[in-house]
């Protein structure tokens, strides 16, 4: 869902037509993901919400909203896998909220992912070279999110998400590696700061608070 993410920003630079079949892709994607995730469902009223939990639970919620939300309006705005569902009183507004929801929800999207990062990430170095690989694996974030700030602000994030513009600026003219380049920087700028939330979280709750039920976590 990660990885489909960056071309649905690129929109117009891919194609009307690809965009929708990516998009169609990437809901058929969160639908498996949550069907396989139906304890976190049962779970959710269930134990102690600890300040990382919480934090969880707030961005799962805020992305379900999102996934409900931002396919609806691209149903409704569709122009090529979906015109048989038309209702033209809604297809303005539905354009305006599908373009302010994409960058809300790549920002979600973002910070939930570096949110379930450390663990596997920890796991992950602690078997292949320890502090050495946790080193290299801190340089290359940190690199990339200084990166990712540059390139928040060439691409004008804050605009879309406060909806201070109503369309998007591509320039056409620019070699859509570099447009795929600072997509992928700023997830992983958010996706950084996710984790050193929830790292901090964590470190707030103490290490005696006890863990949710594995079969709430998403």
């Not at 498996?32 to 934090?55: D, E, I, Q, S, V």
């Not at 796991?123 to 928040?152: D, E, H, I, P, Q």
């Not at 691409?155 to 109503?166: E, H, I, K, S």
Request: charged share 15%.
């Amino acid at each position: 869902m990660a990885a489909i993410l960056p071309f649905l920003m690129a929109y117009s630079l891919v194609g009307e037509a690809f965009h929708e079949v990516a998009g169609t892709a990437a809901f058929c994607l969160f639908l498996l993901h949550h069907f396989r995730r139906g304890g976190w469902y049962r779970a959710f009223f269930r134990g102690a919400y600890t300040p990382k939990r919480l934090f969880n639970a707030v961005l799962d919620v805020l992305l379900l909203i999102w996934t409900v939300l931002q396919p609806l309006c691209g149903v409704l705005i569709s122009k090529h896998l979906w015109t048989f569902v038309r209702i033209p009183v809604l297809t303005s507004p539905a354009r305006e909220a599908h373009l302010f929801l994409a960058y809300w929800g790549f920002l979600f999207l973002a910070l939930h992912t570096g949110a379930h990062l450390i663990p596997p990430i920890r796991r992950l170095t602690a078997k292949n070279g320890g502090k050495r690989a946790m080193f290299f694996v801190s340089a290359f974030w940190t690199a990339a999110a200084l990166y990712g700030c540059r390139a928040l602000l060439r691409r004008q994030f804050a605009d879309y998400l406060f909806r201070r513009v109503g369309f998007i600026f591509l320039d056409f003219s620019e070699p859509r590696f570099f447009f795929f380049l600072d997509y992928v920087a700023v997830f992983l700028l958010f996706a950084g700061l996710g984790a050193v939330i929830a790292d901090a979280l964590v470190r707030l709750g103490g290490k005696k608070t006890p863990a949710p039920p594995k079969s709430e976590r998403v």
